[in-house]
């Protein structure tokens, strides 16, 4: 037996310039929620006919989940150093650190606690910090350091310098960061 959706069969651009307004979106913004470009959202807004295809969909979504969508926008970056705390190609914890005021300030993307970078923690410590990029690297005691260090160009053991060189990387798992500066 087939199964059968309330689906609009079209949107129209009146719908999406008022969805985009319920959201408090620009175009371009719009176009970055959706993974589209700002050419496609323009044409949509200035045609006269009807939209099909999955944005009738993706803008039903949005329309019914509008509250949801503070939870995916990326805070303004106010620290030095910025992590993104990635499984696969998904963020899952953005971290925002200043080391010389020990300050840090996360936001995580993801319900699911294993993906999160420090867990249940919503409010880590630099020490919590500094065990979490440690955990992302191998082991200070680790038989010929020296030699591992010569090869990541490094002069002395840092885990964040060899999270620079390797992004945190592990043959175990697929979580990664990146570093943004």
Not at 74 to 87: A, C, D, F, G, T
Not at 96 to 117: G, P, S
């Amino acid at each position: 037996m087939s199964k059968y959706f309330i689906t609009p069969e079209y949107t129209t651009a009146e719908e999406i310039k008022r969805v985009r307004g319920l959201l408090g979106i620009t175009q371009k913004e719009f176009a970055n929620l959706i993974c589209c470009s700002k050419l496609t959202v323009e044409r949509w807004e200035v045609s006269d006919g009807k939209i099909t295809g999955p944005i009738v969909l993706l803008l039903q979504m949005l329309e019914d989940q509008a509250d949801e969508i503070d939870k995916i926008v990326i805070p303004n970056k106010s620290l030095p150093i910025r992590l993104w705390y990635m499984y696969k190609n998904k963020k899952c914890t953005l971290i925002d650190i200043d080391e010389t005021k020990q300050i840090i300030k996360i936001k995580n993307f993801v319900d699911h606690l294993q993906f999160r970078a420090f867990g249940i923690n919503e409010n880590p410590s630099m020490k919590d910090y500094m065990e979490f990029l440690e955990s992302r690297v191998f082991a200070e005691s680790r038989d010929k350091l020296k030699l591992i260090l010569k090869d990541l160009d490094l002069p002395f053991y840092d885990p964040f310098l060899i999270i620079e060189k390797t992004q945190g990387r592990m043959a175990e798992d697929d979580f990664w960061i990146q570093i943004e500066r």
